[in-house]
Every structure is written in structure tokens, then in C-alpha cells.
Nanobody, 118 residues
Framework: QVQLVESGGGLAQPGGSLGLSCGAS????????MYWLRQTPGKEREFVAI????????RYDDSVRGRFTISRDNAKNALWLQMNSLTPEDTGVYYC???????????WGQGTQVTVTV
């Protein structure tokens, strides 16, 4: 049974930082592309970042490039998202996802709330 469990969300001030974690189980973690997605108020769930199976390939949405960093540890079945220089527009529910390809995720977790406010 595939399980993706996000943690690390919370409250941050503009300009601050948060780190998200995702624990994975029930599948061959090192074989899959891993994603971070988010759903901001009033919008559909959207792509944030992706990392390839070996960690060599990464891609970011324009809105977070240069501020967020995605990483993984295949030995620990773990995925992370380091978020710096946060803005209120980063507020939303962040989801960890997995995909067979780099085109779109096939499955995602329950999400963790990130709120950026003064």
C-alpha cells in the first residue's frame, strides 16, 4: 500500500523559511519521480517542483525557482522541500507526490498546511 506522509508545515513570516519532509513507503521509492505540489486558496492543485529517481534531475515552477530546493534520499525513502524567502502567496496545502514519468504525478499524500503571514 502506497503511503506518502508530509510533515513540517506551519506558520512563517514573509521572508522566512520552512522545511517540508515526506516519508514514503509501500513502493520502490528509488524508481519514481517525486513531486511537490501545492493548492493555494481559490486555485487548483499546482506543480511546485520535481526530482528524478537519482536526484540529478530537478525542475521548479517559475514562482519558486531560486527560493525552494527539492531533494531526496533514496536510502531513507525521504523527500524534502526547503522553502526560503517565503511570501504570503506561498500559503497553501503542500503535497508530496510520486510519478512514473516527469509529466505528472500519479499519487499524492494528504498534505501539510503552510501559512505565510505577518
Amino acid at each position: 500500500q502506497v503511503q506518502l506522509v508530509e510533515s513540517g508545515g506551519g506558520l512563517a513570516q514573509p521572508g522566512g523559511s520552512l522545511g517540508l519532509s515526506c516519508g514514503a513507503s509501500g513502493f520502490a521509492f528509488s524508481n519514481y519521480y517525486m513531486y511537490w505540489l501545492r493548492q493555494t486558496p481559490g486555485k487548483e492543485r499546482e506543480f511546485v517542483a520535481i526530482i528524478g529517481p537519482t536526484g540529478l534531475y530537478t525542475r521548479y515552477d517559475d514562482s519558486v525557482r531560486g527560493r525552494f530546493t527539492i531533494s531526496r534520499d533514496n536510502a531513507k525513502n525521504a523527500l524534502w522541500l526547503q522553502m526560503n524567502s517565503l511570501t504570503p502567496e506561498d500559503t497553501g496545502v503542500y503535497y508530496c507526490g510520486l510519478g512514473v514519468t516527469h509529466r505528472e504525478p500519479d499519487y499524492w499524500g494528504q498534505g501539510t498546511q503552510v501559512t505565510v503571514t505577518v
